[in-house]
């Protein structure tokens, strides 16, 4: 599995957990406690596939001014 699949997966299921949590919310089903902890958890992964983009684009232009 590449590196940007799994970086965009942790982004992706980050938001769908955020989005999961909003969702839950608003039909009435779970409490403010359950939807901050899925806003965390969710959060956190969005945080953690953002970083591992950042530094995949990072990487990738500074390859780019080696061969340039």
């Known amino acids: ?3 940007i699949f799994a970086a965009r997966m942790f982004f992706f299921v980050g ?3 955020v989005i ?3 969702i839950a919310k608003l039909i009435g089903y ?3 406690e359950t939807t901050a902890i899925l ?3 969710g959060a ?3 945080i953690v ?3 591992q983009i ?4 990072r990487q990738g232009a500074n390859r780019y001014d080696d061969y340039h």
């Open 15 to 17: 938001l769908g957990v």
């Open 54 to 57: 950042a530094e995949i684009i």
């Open 39 to 41: 806003s965390a958890v």
């Open 44 to 46: 956190a992964l969005m």
């Open 49 to 51: 596939g953002g970083v």
């Open 30 to 32: 779970g409490s403010a």
């Open 1 to 3: 599995m590449s590196k």
């Open 20 to 22: 999961g949590g909003i």
